[in-house]
């Protein structure tokens, strides 16, 4: 039904920027929240941002605050994420996913995931 394609992870130096896009295909739906995650190998699942798919209001994790925004271009069926002054402790796995409105923060809420793009940062 809702298929989401990431793209735009690399390898970059500490204090580098990247964007990363996730390309929703299939049918969405007003209410559905857009979210990004991102996986350290030994760690859980970490939540970084998320928006309304239909709303203005933005949500972030405590340790990506300030530094990374959540965009969407609805006519073009995707959603950004915009990463400035990375760090090392950023690097991972990043998986775009959506849910419909609730715990936002909960990657177990999320019923689309993508499959991950990486992003590793040197120091």
């Known amino acids: 039904q809702i298929q989401l394609v990431e793209s735009g992870g690399g390898l970059v130096q500490a204090g580098d920027s990247l964007r990363l896009s996730c390309l929703v295909s299939g049918r969405t739906f007003g209410g559905y929240v857009m979210g990004w995650f991102r996986q350290t190998t030994g760690k859980e699942r970490e939540f970084v941002a998320a928006?309304?798919?239909?709303?203005?209001?933005?949500f972030y994790g405590d340790s990506v605050k300030g530094r990374f925004t959540i965009s969407k271009d609805i006519a073009k069926n995707t959603v950004y994420l915009q990463m400035n002054s990375l760090k090392p402790e950023d690097t991972g796995l990043y998986f775009c996913?959506?849910?419909?409105?609730?715990?936002?923060?909960?990657?177990?809420?999320?019923?689309?995931w993508g499959l991950g793009t990486q992003v590793t940062v040197s120091s």
């Open positions: 996913a959506s849910r419909r409105d609730g715990n936002i923060p909960n990657p177990r809420g999320y019923k689309h």
């Open positions: 928006i309304f798919w239909t709303g203005g209001n933005e």
